[in-house]
Structure formats: C-alpha cells, structure tokens
C-alpha cells in the first residue's frame, strides 16, 4: 500500500540532545513538508522540499535541520538549539506544491524532551 | 488578518444526526485550494475533502460535503449521519496561488464529539 510512514511513534530526548525523526514515502511525491504541532494549536511549517537535493525554510525552522538525498525520504534533526523541542511532529508530501495538490499526511512523532 | 478562521473550538452531535463545522478563510488570490482534515486522538491528519476555487459543484466525499461559498469567502463542512468514530479534531486549510509551490495554512481546528 502507498503511503507515509514516521519513525519512531514516541522519542524521548535528554536536554543538549539531537534526535533524527525518519519520514518516508512511497507515493512518488515530489513535494515533501514537515509540521509542528503543540496542543490545542494547528499545524506549522518547519521545513518543506519540492525536489531532490532542495529544501526550504518555513516558519519555524530554527533549531531544525532536513535533507533530502532521496524522492522517498525527509529526515528531520531537532538540534539542542531548539529551545522548546516537545510538539508531535508530523510529516506530508504532495504530487506538487501548486493549490490543488493535496497533502497526505503520515501517522507522527510525538518527541518529549526530558 | 487570520487566513483561516475556525470558530467552533467544540462541537457536540447527537448520533446518526448531521453537523456543519464553519471556516472563512481570506485571500486576494483568484486560484486557491480548500481542504478539511480529521485528526483523530491517534494524531494522524486524515486527508478528508477537496474544493477548488474554479470548482462550481460543492465538494463531497461519501458522508462529507463542502459547502462552498465563494462571495462570503466561506468553506463549512458538512457531515451527514454522524458516527461515534468522527468523534475528533477536524481542521480547515487553504493553499493559495496559480502554481509552484505554495504554502498551506491551517485553522486552529474545531473538536466534535458524538453522542450515543
């Protein structure tokens, strides 16, 4: 079946940690985003890439990192410089980045930093 | 301005009634994509209905329908004979703009719980 699929659902992380959330797809999207979202809020954009080898800031991309080396994968590095890391993090992509593409999303990660 | 506006922050529906869930949204662009996401308590963003903005039909998708009015700049959600399983966080997005990327914008979600 296609799909999105993150690792691991739960992560604890100490303080002055980096931690690496996987993301991969294998529905042949070009575009692919990572959310933040705290409790009680919607969702914002960390970072997004619509190519292989090209990725952009959104929102709230301090104290994180991505790359995208593969069509399938967006890793995401929360750094220790991100202050407040605790959130559930969810990954999507999209056949392109226009208005009438919609995003999928995969199941999330919900990292705690102890 | 919010581009987004959700003001239902809880919703309650008796089962097998139907409940409308409302989202204006704001933008100056002609072109433009709405959509409606369910999340329910496992986190995941399920991907529920489409409308664009050239589109004349209202959007619908089995139990789901979006009743799109584009002069009140408007995009509510209706769900017909509700369940106990659409007891969760919805949320209204937009993507605005002709092509290239563009960026999605979310409301801040209404929570619905039925009831048996």
């Known amino acids: 079946d296609g799909g999105i699929t993150q690792s691991p659902k739960y992560l604890f992380r100490k303080e002055g940690q980096n931690v690496t959330l996987s993301c991969e797809q294998n529905l042949n999207h070009d575009a692919m985003y990572w959310y933040r979202q705290d409790p009680g809020q919607g969702l914002r954009l960390i970072y997004y890439s619509q190519i292989v080898n090209d990725f952009q800031k959104g929102d709230i991309a301090e104290g994180y990192s991505v790359s995208r080396e593969k069509k399938e994968s967006f890793p995401l590095t929360v750094t220790s410089a991100q202050k407040n890391p605790t959130a559930f993090y969810l990954c999507?992509?999209?056949?392109?980045?226009?208005?009438?593409?919609?995003?999928?999303f995969g199941p999330g990660t919900r990292l705690t930093v102890l | 301005a919010q581009k987004i506006t959700q003001t239902q922050p809880g919703m309650f529906v008796q089962e097998k009634e139907a409940v409308t869930l409302d989202c204006t949204y704001d933008t100056s662009d002609q072109s433009y994509g709405l959509f409606w996401y369910k999340q329910p308590s496992s986190g995941e963003m399920i991907f529920l209905i489409y409308?664009?903005?050239?589109?004349?039909q209202n959007a619908t998708e089995g139990r789901y329908s979006l009743n799109f009015q584009k002069a009140r700049k408007s995009a509510n959600l209706v769900i017909s004979a509700s369940q106990l399983g659409d007891s969760a966080m919805y949320f209204c997005?937009?993507?605005?703009?002709?092509?290239?990327?563009?960026?999605?914008?979310f409301g801040i979600g209404t929570k619905l719980q039925v009831i048996p």
């Open positions: 409308q664009g903005s050239y589109d004349e």
């Open positions: 999507a992509s999209s056949k392109r980045g226009g208005s009438t593409d919609t995003q999928y």
């Open positions: 997005a937009m993507r605005e703009g002709p092509g290239g990327y563009q960026k999605v914008t």
